[in-house]
């Protein structure tokens, strides 16, 4: 007889009577019903592999360890790339993201950085002939490279790095050099064991003159011994520039002195997915589990409810639930903007190359900083047992955080999108997704409510807070002050107007993509509850922007606070069943709170089980040194 499978009964009712098709919602994530086909093929080919299980969760290996099983299931996790059901590109694209290949590799992926950015580092700068030469050799491993631009001294201001690469027209070689111990670079994921070759970031020096930073191509370590090649610390290597920017010794001007930073712009628009995924995992995780976990008295009397019937975690896990839907459209967006920026650069077209930047650093910030904070209250919605490492909080919040840092820090990021915007304004011209500071803002001050209203105060706030700054720039250029010092002094107004940029844009998306998308009845009507939700919420958070730059009035506030707990209400009893929509398997969320069954005690109890101090009642430290304490008579 078929073991019967054990259900929650809490979580069994709430998946009664779902009033939308689930599979549609997965589909649209996943981007057709072909694509979860293929998803959920590949993950049973990978998740069904004895070998890439751990025998020990990683929290209780040592560094060394947990580096060593990490490459070895990396390793192993290469050789299966051939034989994927799902073809090579969209199995490495999910390796390497924050979803199938987090459940594998759950402290981080040795060879992530040869695939996020060696590889495109080659593919986006390299020429055709430097093309021909290294990435067959990456792609077939017979190379690991990673990216490696910062520096001890330097992270964020690449004018500033220090590394050196001196041309010598003698030889036609590059000489590479640290002239300092913060010239070393530092950080580069892989470049401490892994990797044998690197993209090299730095300044390049011919005939006397700075020509800026230029990737090079640097071998690392011998191909056989993997031992580091002579001289490795003060690199004199024989690196070659990648980029066609040398022509018989003379340096020839690229088209555009910011695309040797294109690398960094493509895992910026990866990064708003990535964290997109890791806000999936945790929102799935806490909503679960607010509706197993019964907690205190709502009505006197009655039993214990669900902790999701408290309007106060309704409001903490709601929010972040909408935001992993606004998150993907506004991430899919960029993505198309992205390949459509990339082709025409190919062709020698730059002129979509600012509004790329702009945006992707804006969304990058925005989704990041977004997601990080939702982590954190999602980890708090779950109490205790949300703060143990077997939730997988912890180590959701260090990816989501670490996202806030790399690949541009955010507050730099948010200073590059108002360099944008303040330039658009004055001089009224730009890209796509700035049309709106061109001319006046049209139509009536008055506020509505609609969701149309709404949209409109987020467009009335960007452009009315991008004024605001640029008034503050011209206050205190009339004081005298030099543009950089204007510019500093005005940093908080230039990131509020950023920030409220990058909202409109995520904004706009997801009204956008509800009037586009062929949805049904049932789940637009779901999704739109969403997103109106989502849309005051922000609102809410944000009302001091949308005072100072509209007619908002004080009533207005009060109706769309009510409006915003009226949405709370109707959307609590589809939240288990819009979370099972994302379809994260038990192995990516990797957490006993989230676990499809709700079994969460148990899986709780087993998790604490498998810690070694669990092994033996008596721990052998006890007679080393608290029995001779407790003898000591202190
Ligand atoms: C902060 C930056 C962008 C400043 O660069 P800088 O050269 O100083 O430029 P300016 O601020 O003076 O701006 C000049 C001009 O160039 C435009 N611009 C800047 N960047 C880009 C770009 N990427 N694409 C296109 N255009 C760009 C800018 O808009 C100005 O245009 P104007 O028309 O207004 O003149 C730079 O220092 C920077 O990017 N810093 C961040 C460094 C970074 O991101 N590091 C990441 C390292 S890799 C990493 O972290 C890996 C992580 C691991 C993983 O991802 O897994
Ligand atoms: C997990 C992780 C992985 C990484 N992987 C790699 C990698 O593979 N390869 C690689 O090359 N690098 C990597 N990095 C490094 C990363 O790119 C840098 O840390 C990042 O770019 C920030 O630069 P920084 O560390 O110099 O910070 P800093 O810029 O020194 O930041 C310190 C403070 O200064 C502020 N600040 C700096 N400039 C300005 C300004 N102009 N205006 C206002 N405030 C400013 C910042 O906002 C911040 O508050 C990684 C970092 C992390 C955390």
């Given at each position: 007889m078929s073991k019967e499978i054990y259900e929650n009964p809490d979580l069994k009712k709430e998946r009664q009577n779902c009033p939308f098709n689930k599979e549609e919602i997965t589909h649209l994530l996943d981007g057709g019903k072909e694509k979860t086909i293929e998803r959920k093929q590949l993950e049973n080919y990978i998740l069904s592999d004895e070998q890439l299980k751990d025998a020990v969760p990683m929290e209780y290996l040592s560094h060394a360890d947990k580096y060593a099983e990490e490459l070895r299931k990396a390793c192993l996790l290469m050789h299966k790339l051939a034989d994927s059901p799902a073809g090579q590109v969209p199995t490495l694209r999910a390796l390497m993201g924050a979803g199938l290949g987090s459940a594998v590799l759950k402290e981080g992926n040795p060879l992530a950085l040869h695939y996020v950015m060696f590889i495109p580092a080659l593919m986006g700068q390299g020429t055709i002939d430097q093309q021909a030469k290294w990435l067959e050799k990456a792609y077939n491993l017979n190379m690991i490279g990673t990216y490696a631009q910062t520096e001890l001294g330097h992270g964020t201001f690449l004018r500033g790095l220090e590394t050196r690469a001196t041309y010598d027209p003698k030889t036609q070689e590059f000489i590479l050099e640290?002239?300092?111990?913060?010239a070393y670079k530092w950080w580069p994921g892989s470049l401490g064991k892994t990797a044998n070759y690197a993209v090299v970031m730095a300044q390049l020096y011919t005939k006397g003159k700075c020509e800026g930073t230029h990737p090079f191509m640097v071998q690392l370590r011998d191909e056989e011994t993997h031992e580091p090649l002579p001289g490795i610390v003060n690199m004199w290597l024989n690196p070659v520039c990648i980029s066609s920017y040398i022509h018989y010794g003379t340096y020839v001007k690229p088209t555009n002195s910011k695309l040797s930073y294109a690398t960094m712009v493509f895992v910026r628009v990866v990064v708003c997915q990535d964290v997109t995924t890791n806000l999936r995992k945790a929102v799935t995780i806490a909503t679960r589990y607010s509706c197993v976990r019964r907690q205190s008295?709502?009505?006197?009397?009655?039993?214990?409810?669900?902790?999701?019937?408290?309007q106060a975690q309704q409001n903490k896990l709601l929010p972040p639930l909408a935001a992993t839907f606004a998150f993907q459209l506004a991430a899919d967006h960029l993505w198309n903007l992205y390949h459509t920026a990339n082709n025409n650069i190919e062709q020698g077209d730059l002129e979509l190359l600012p509004d790329l930047h702009g945006l992707s650093c804006a969304l990058k910030a925005l989704c990041s900083s977004e997601a990080a904070n939702f982590v954190e209250v999602c980890r708090q919605s779950c109490g205790g047992h949300g703060y143990m490492s077997c939730s997988n909080f912890p180590r959701i919040y260090g990816q989501v955080t670490a996202a806030e840092t790399y690949e541009g820090e955010n507050t730099v990021l948010w200073l590059q999108v108002a360099r944008y915007l303040v330039k658009t304004r004055k001089e009224q011209s730009g890209g796509l997704s700035v049309k709106y500071l061109i001319g006046e803002e049209k139509g009536p001050k008055t506020v509505d409510t609609t969701l149309e209203g709404i949209v409109k105060l987020y467009r009335r706030a960007a452009v009315g807070l991008v004024d605001v700054a640029i008034a503050e720039l011209d206050k205190s250029g009339r004081k005298g002050e030099a543009p950089h010092d204007a510019w500093n002094h005005a940093a908080v107004y230039l990131i509020k107007a950023a920030q409220a940029h990058a909202r409109l844009f995520v904004v706009e998306s997801f009204v956008d993509s509800l009037k586009e998308g062929k949805l049904s009845a049932p789940v637009r009507t779901v999704l739109s509850q969403l997103c109106e939700l989502f849309i005051i919420y922000w609102l809410l958070e944000r009302s001091g922007d949308f005072f100072l730059c509209s007619n908002l009035t004080k009533q207005d506030l009060l109706l769309l606070n009510s409006k915003y707990v009226e949405l709370l209400a109707a959307i609590r009893p589809q939240a288990v069943n819009l979370v099972d929509s994302?379809?994260?398997r038990d192995e990516v969320l990797n957490s006993p709170l989230g676990c499809w069954d709700g079994n969460v005690y148990q899986r709780l109890f087993d998790e604490a089980a498998k810690s070694p101090l669990n092994q033996s009642n008596v721990h052998e430290s006890f007679h080393k040194y608290l029995k001779p304490l407790l003898k000591s008579n202190l």
């Open positions: 640290s002239p300092s111990l913060t008295e709502l009505k006197p009397g009655d039993r214990e409810p669900q902790v999701m019937d408290y994302f379809d994260l």
